[in-house]
């Protein structure tokens, strides 16, 4: 049984940075792609990040470039994304997900996700 957990996620002021993990269980973490995604209240499920097996190639949005970074631990079997410069619009639950295959950008191509995380940014 597969199990992805997220945590790291909280209240914080804007400009404030913040670190979230995700530990993969049930699965073979160096064989899996890893994503983060996030959902603000009212809006769709968004692509965040994401970072090939190995963490050779990774991917961002647009709106997280330069203020992101995802990485990787595959003894630990844990992603993170590393987040700094925090605004309020970066609000959301953010999602860690796994799949078999390509780096993607696309929510359908992931096979497993996480309960999710909640993140605030009070401006």
């Known amino acids: 049984q597969v199990q992805l957990a997220e945590s790291g996620g909280g209240l914080v002021q804007a400009g404030a940075s913040l670190r979230l993990s995700c530990v993969a269980s049930g699965l073979t973490f160096s064989r899996t792609v890893m994503a983060w995604f996030r959902q603000a209240p009212g809006k769709e499920r968004e692509f965040v990040a994401a970072?090939?097996?190995?963490?050779?190639?990774?991917l961002y949005t647009d709106s997280v470039k330069g203020r992101g970074t995802i990485s990787r631990d595959n003894a630990k079997n844990t992603v993170y994304l590393q987040m700094n410069s925090l605004k309020p619009e970066d609000t959301a639950v953010y999602y860690c997900?796994?799949?078999?295959?390509?780096?993607?950008?696309?929510?359908?191509?992931?096979?497993?996700w996480g309960q999710g995380t909640q993140v605030t940014v009070s401006s």
């Open positions: 997900a796994a799949r078999v295959g390509s780096v993607s950008t696309e929510i359908s191509d992931y096979d497993y």
């Open positions: 970072i090939s097996r190995f963490g050779s190639s990774t």
